[in-house]
């Protein structure tokens, strides 16, 4: 199993740029994150997914859009690239079971805006 | 808006020693969680508290839960220089989402 995977590992934007990262699990797990990590803010939810075909907001989802149309894929789309949107980037995965309930995390992106 | 708020922000120990960590939070809680952040890395999951449970051991770890004054705290023993990372506290909100919040972390230092 590869777990978590994200691609790409590293991006440069220039503002107004538009880019897609993309997350992938292999553990057929129901739910999928996406979270901004800024120095001295810890994590913050951008949008989740509890299942295939469906999206929700999260505490911080303003500039971006997410996808996911197959259950092991979670998109993660910035339109227009802004420099408040430099940061590292993390997707999770989690089965979403009561036995089970833990988050699976990817290796993140580290995105770039000038 | 974070949940939880880890105590303190940094901790700088020597190895052999014991390191606490402390987290606080607002709301009811379905459940509490403890993950691992090694530099440049994605994080990983420790330990899971469930509200109706005080403590809960893992190797080396040592979590309790205080649902009355709202905290939890994570008790590493005997720690390595290996333990060097951030830790994360995140809760899950009463009802169970399966949408925990995570709070800023303690980033701990073990000096070999």
């Known amino acids: ?114 | 808006s974070q949940q939880g708020e880890e105590d303190p922000q940094a901790l700088s120990i020597q190895e052999g020693e014991n390191a606490t960590m402390n987290c606080s939070y607002k709301t009811s809680i379905n459940n509490l969680q403890w993950y691992r952040q090694n530099s440049g890395r994605g994080l990983v999951h420790l330990i899971l508290i469930r509200s109706n449970e005080r403590e809960k051991h893992s190797g080396r770890l040592r979590v309790t839960l205080d649902t009355s004054k709202k905290s939890s705290s994570l008790l590493i023993t005997a720690s390595r220089a290996a333990d060097t990372a951030s830790y994360f506290c995140a809760t899950d909100a009463a009802g169970g989402s399966y949408i925990p919040t995570f709070g800023r972390g303690t980033s701990l230092i073990v000096h070999p």
């Open chain 1, 1 to 114: 199993n590869a777990g978590v995977t994200q691609t790409p590992k590293f991006r440069v934007l220039k503002t107004g740029q538009s880019m897609t990262l993309l997350c992938a699990q292999d553990m057929n797990h129901e739910y999928m994150y996406w979270y901004r990590q800024d120095p001295g803010m810890g994590l913050r939810l951008i949008h989740y997914s509890v299942g295939e075909g469906t999206t929700a907001k999260g505490e911080v989802p303003d500039g971006y859009n997410v996808s996911r149309l197959k259950k092991q894929n979670f998109l993660l789309g910035l339109e227009s690239a802004a420099p408040s949107q430099t940061s590292v980037y993390f997707c999770a995965s989690n089965p979403g079971t009561s036995e089970y309930n833990e988050q699976f995390f990817g290796p993140g992106t580290r995105l770039t805006v000038l």
